[in-house]
């Protein structure tokens, strides 16, 4: 038998050290463990991390050459399989119903239009490998996607460095379309939802005091806090309460009894939908009756099996709601389920729709197959008629577009109103 | 009164810490060893807990808008901590056994990995997505004033949690298998001469452990009502530190170590500093150990030669 005593001296220091090392590291990984997948990646989540892979796989791209062909060729690459299977199903439904759409118009610049389609598996390095393949290969005009924004960052600056304009449909991150003037995408940024959800509390709750509470590891949810509460301040609110809490987190007793203790109107909560439905069930536990509000990253029906009673009622911010009446979005349904399984659009899918009209737009007012003139096109859209709301393209390659804002009924997120930028 | 509010909250979940860090101060006492992988057997006992009470039909009756059985509680408490009691016995039988005469390292080392197997196994197994636990313990409310609230809820962790640490040391204690415990955790070698059966011993801890854990698992689900398969990694990392606060090997010393992590949390979320909190906690720990490096309760042993 060993001396169990011997090497507990060395034992002991490694005791101690390890798990501490593992305490700095585990803050670091945290973040991407919970959420993966899902919601998460409309909104920017894996934003992260695009570091090295996106630049290196640039550094050898040459310029594209003058397009040429019978047919205009647009490429798409997206997420077909893999954990975000249904963000990239729903983007290709909807690309593809315009591109359809628009062949039984005779096409553009009188050709067809025909897309290939590129699968990334929803993995970061096989999207830049993706493009590569979309340009050098496929020799295609232009490009549509990704959803997520890191896989978008990873592909843009293959696109920027070819002169391939690049349309993403629904990639929030800011830093996307920052890659360069090749580069535009059809969503609103993270920091709009801010400003939207302020703007509905104060005009339409008539709320005057609100709390925040922040997920601090992660960018998204820091982003809408701060345009919030500069809305918020800006339009004469009082914010009596600013807690946060970090992803991963279960117990968020403390941080609530603070905040209730400050009597707020409304509660602000912009994180992911894990979260706020534990957030939700343990502020309804404290007595907390006050609404909260969020983003886009609520939109899962994981919220309603897990906050139940709890989130009932409460509202937040999303690109488009299938229940709104306006006669675009009933036409867009309408056709959109007789092609599709009568299935019912969901947001990347109207997202994507709009994406892809906007780019045959864009083709059509430059006039020929010249890139650079597609990409000012592109730049100087205005007020274009899309099923997610009139978009126009502004300095910074991002949509401006009117959010709608949703409501909590059930298992269902009820239209509530539409909020203009 | 708020400050009555963060007291509760910081007992509650001081408790479930105090829950997960008996198990490693247990197995640390009789194995010199630090499972890794037992915040995983808290992930898998909330798991159990969940599929039980599927299979029971009480998930299917709770969302129909029905309340919870006593009864049925308490059998999914009983199945979830027999099934990880099983599990961490498996653990010790196939991972921890083979390597009695190795290196007190290679141990360590395959503790982290039987943890990431657990971990990433369980989500390939149950799949990343957090599931809704079912509310095994009805949310009534027994104070409710604008400023306290007590729910049935933080009752029933504290109690049970109190209920099963009492129970603990009644084993360790009053029964000859608790004796036998404690002859190991003192010297395994001479144990064995008197002739204990110090595997059996062994794999007794890790079961009594696991199944501390497990509950853990229920308690900390009902309260927080989202579970998935990483769920263990910050919760067997915040009981390991309450365990070495306490001084780890020791029992009182773990929950002790538990409660004081618990209040600590509760006390810097609730100022507006709370993104510090991990920080702040993990302060305190070193903060204790440069005062006392063998934890609140812990002996200083001299050592042998």
């Known amino acids: 038998m060993p001396h169990p005593q011997r090497a507990k001296g060395l034992f002991w220091r490694l005791g101690i050290a390890l798990p501490l090392l593992a305490v700095a590291l585990s803050g670091c990984k945290q973040p991407s463990g919970t959420t993966s997948g899902t919601a998460g990646g409309t909104t920017g989540a894996g934003t992260t991390g695009t570091g090295g892979t996106d630049t290196a796989a640039a550094a050898n791209v040459d310029k594209a050459a003058p397009y040429q062909g019978d047919e205009i060729v647009l490429g798409e690459y997206g997420s077909l399989t893999g954990s975000t299977a249904t963000f990239g199903q729903s983007t290709h439904n909807g690309i593809m119903m315009a591109v359809d759409e628009a062949n039984t118009k005779d096409g553009v610049l009188g050709k067809k239009i025909r897309v290939v389609t590129v699968d990334d598996a929803g993995k970061t390095e096989q999207a830049a490998t993706a493009v590569l393949k979309l340009i050098n290969q496929n020799k295609v005009l232009a490009v549509l996607g990704e959803v997520a924004s890191s896989r978008s960052l990873a592909a843009a600056p293959i696109c920027q460095k070819a002169g391939v304009p690049m349309i993403s449909p629904t990639s929030t991150n800011p830093k996307v379309t920052q890659v360069g003037d090749y580069i535009f995408r059809t969503c609103f940024i993270d920091p709009f939802q801010g400003t939207v959800m302020a703007r509905f509390a104060r005009q339409n709750l008539k709320a005057t005091k609100a709390a925040v509470l922040t997920d601090v590891a992660n960018d998204y949810s820091k982003g809408l806090t701060e345009f919030f509460i500069e809305e918020w301040k800006r339009s004469g609110g009082e914010i009596v309460a600013e807690a946060s809490y970090s992803e991963g987190d279960k117990d968020f007793r403390a941080q609530l009894t603070r905040i209730k203790g400050t009597n707020p109107d409304v509660i602000y909560v912009p994180g992911y939908y894990t979260e706020v439905g534990n957030i939700a069930v343990q502020a309804r536990s404290l007595g907390i009756k006050q609404v909260m509000m969020g983003g886009d990253g609520w939109d899962s029906p994981k919220l309603f099996e897990i906050g139940k009673q709890a989130v009932q009622g409460f509202y937040f911010s999303n690109h488009y709601s299938p229940q709104s009446k306006d006669p675009r979005v009933v036409a867009f349904i309408a056709s959109y389920k007789k092609r599709y399984n009568n299935q019912t659009p969901d947001a990347l899918a109207a997202v994507a729709y709009d994406a892809g009209r906007i780019m045959i737009d864009a083709i059509k007012r430059a006039g020929n197959t010249d890139r650079e003139k597609i990409r000012d096109a592109i730049a100087t859209t205005k007020s274009f008629p899309g099923v997610t709301g009139n978009i126009s393209i502004d300095q910074e390659r991002n949509a401006v577009k009117p959010a709608v804002v949703l409501q909590v009924k059930g298992n269902e997120a009820v239209y509530v109103s539409t909020v203009n930028p | ?305």
């Not at chain 2, 609230?149 to 109690?159: C, D, E, I, N, Y």
């Not at chain 2, 002859?183 to 890790?206: E, Y």
């Open chain 2, 1 to 305: 009164m708020e400050i009555l509010q963060q007291i509760v909250n910081g007992l509650a979940q001081g408790s479930i810490y105090a829950l997960i860090a008996l198990g490693y101060t247990m197995v640390y006492g009789v194995l010199r060893l630090i499972n890794f992988a037992h915040g995983d057997i808290y992930m898998l006992g909330a798991f159990g807990g969940f599929f039980a009470a599927n299979w029971l039909g009480v998930t299917r009756r709770i969302n129909e808008g029905g309340s919870a059985n006593l009864v049925y509680t308490a059998l999914i408490f009983l199945f979830s901590m027999l099934a990880c009691a099983v599990a961490g016995m498996l653990m010790e039988r196939l991972a921890y056994r083979p390597l009695r005469q190795a290196p007190r390292l290679t141990a360590l080392i395959t503790a982290i990995g039987i943890s990431m197997l657990l971990e990433y196994g369980g989500q390939a197994v149950f799949t990343p997505d957090p599931q809704s636990f079912p509310a095994l313990i009805p949310g009534t409310t027994l104070i409710d004033t604008p400023t306290f609230t007590l729910t049935l809820v933080q009752v029933a962790v504290v109690t049970v949690a109190l209920a099963l640490m009492l129970l603990l040391q009644f084993i360790v204690f009053k029964t000859p298998m608790g004796r036998a415990m404690r002859a190991v955790s003192l010297d395994r070698a001479a144990a064995s001469l008197m002739g204990i059966n110090t595997d059996v011993v062994i794999a007794f801890t890790f079961a009594l452990g696991s199944a501390l854990a497990a509950a853990a698992g229920i308690l900390n689900s009902v309260y927080q009502p989202s579970i998935d398969p990483l769920m263990g990694v910050m919760a067997g990392l915040k009981a390991f530190v309450a365990a070495v606060l306490g001084g780890i090997g020791s029992i009182p010393g773990a929950v002790l170590g538990g409660l004081l992590l618990g209040f600590a949390e509760t006390l810097v979320s609730a100022t507006q500093y709370s993104q510090y909190r991990d920080a702040i906690a993990f302060a305190v720990l070193i903060g204790v150990l440069l005062l006392r490096p063998a934890g609140l309760l812990g002996r200083v042993t001299a050592e042998k030669v």
